[in-house]
């Protein structure tokens, strides 16, 4: 059965479906800067005073769910498709951060080897103050199975 | 040559690539920061061919760390306002990857350079693509 986007689109985006606190630790956040080839001592160096998490770290944060519970399965298997991350104010580690997750955006392509879906689903990132510090898209690819 | 200014940036302009460490030590202690250091997809190649994949992967996010640590690089007063790269196929641990970006856009008015970045394996294949928007001093 060909799936419906408009369908999905109505009932499922733009509905939080996720809700995570996280604390980032400074000794990871410099690990995985390092880890990058980052040289910027903000990104690297936790005793650094304007010491803030890279993008990657950002992206990180959004693994786990991407979907809601009662969304349809399509019988293929989902692939990372890729990652994006907007950044607002310095995301710091150390602090309380919520993370709030809902389906941004569904569509489709068409290639030589079929229909593919493309779900994306993105975690708005708030401070200790309820403000955005940051957004992380996730974009899981579904190749739809020929009925 | 380091960027101090939009003013500094041209149209057309390739950063200078850096040599990414994609050693499996590197790509280890990535996935345990991020805690995905579960199993041996990126950290050791039998266990990840095991499961299935060609050895142990570079994960797709420290792909977007090496672009990222790259603009830095280039315009140590470059913040990164976007970076939206695309996994098109796995890069491997243990094997050297060839960083490029190159300036698609100026805009001296809002102060934001966009830049097309590329992510290839040492066969010249795309492994990740993607573009950043990156604000600069002006």
Redesign the interface.
């Given at each position: 059965m060909k799936v419906d986007i408009d369908e999905l689109k109505s009932r499922f985006l733009n509905l939080e479906f996720d809700k995570k606190d996280f604390e980032l630790d400074p000794e990871k956040v410099a690990i995985v800067a390092r880890m990058s080839g980052e040289t910027l001592p903000q990104f690297s160096d936790p005793a650094h005073p304007d010491f803030q998490a890279p993008p990657a770290f950002i992206a990180s944060l959004a693994a786990g769910r991407h979907l809601p519970i009662n969304f349809p399965e399509f019988g293929g298997i989902p692939m990372d498709g890729g990652k994006a991350v907007t950044c607002i104010k310095p995301v710091r580690a150390g602090r309380p951060l919520t993370g709030k997750t809902h389906l941004h955006d569904i569509y489709d392509k068409s290639g030589r080897s079929g229909r593919m879906i493309f779900l994306v689903s993105r975690m708005e990132l708030f401070d200790e103050n309820g403000e955005q510090v940051a957004t992380s898209d996730s974009r899981t690819v579904i190749r739809e199975r020929a009925s | 040559m380091s960027i101090g200014s939009i003013a500094d940036v041209e149209f057309g302009a390739e950063l200078d690539p850096?040599q990414?460490?994609t050693s499996i030590a590197?790509?280890s202690?990535?996935a345990?920061?991020?805690?995905?250091g579960g199993g041996g997809r990126f950290k050791d190649h039998e266990l990840a061919r095991k499961e299935g994949l060609p050895g142990a992967l570079v994960p797709?996010?420290?792909a977007?760390?090496?672009l990222?640590?790259?603009i830095?690089?280039w315009s140590?007063d470059a913040?990164?306002?976007?970076?939206?790269?695309?996994?098109r196929a796995p890069l491997l641990a243990d094997e050297p990857c060839l960083i490029s970006a190159v300036v698609t856009d100026v805009d001296e008015q809002q102060g934001i350079v966009q830049l097309d970045l590329t992510v290839k394996n040492q066969k010249n294949e795309t492994r990740?693509f993607?573009t950043a928007n990156v604000r600069l001093p002006g």
């Open positions: - | 850096f990414p460490d590197a790509t202690a990535f345990e920061a991020v805690g995905w797709g996010i420290m977007m760390g090496f990222t640590s790259m830095h690089r140590p913040e990164v306002e976007t970076i939206d790269t695309v996994f990740v993607g």
